[in-house]
């Protein structure tokens, strides 16, 4: 099976903080990248992250995305 990793689109985020609280790995935190929202825009880091996808399945704004990582 090939592997994933979650990728973001910073753009969308709302700030509501809900995939902070949905990470069981502490993959997620607020980074100092204010979007055009007035936010600041949600960072997957890619050493702590297991792709298990909750994440994507909390976010309202489809700011994470699971997609197949090059050349697996
Ligand atoms: S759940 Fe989505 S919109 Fe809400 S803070 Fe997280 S990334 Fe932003
Ligand atoms: S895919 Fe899972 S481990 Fe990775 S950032 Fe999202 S909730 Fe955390």
Redesign the pocket.
């Known amino acids: 099976m090939a592997k994933e990793k979650?990728i973001t689109y910073p753009e969308r985020c709302k700030g509501c903080h809900y995939?902070l609280s949905?990470?069981?790995?502490g993959?997620?935190s607020v980074s100092e990248f204010t979007n055009k929202k007035g936010h600041k825009a949600i960072e997957?880091n890619a050493e702590?992250?297991?792709?298990?996808?909750?994440?994507?399945t909390v976010c309202p704004d489809y700011v994470?995305e699971?997609v197949e990582e090059a050349g697996a």
């Open positions: 979650i995939c949905a990470c069981k790995k993959a997620l997957a702590k992250c297991v792709a298990c996808g909750s994440c994507f994470f699971l």
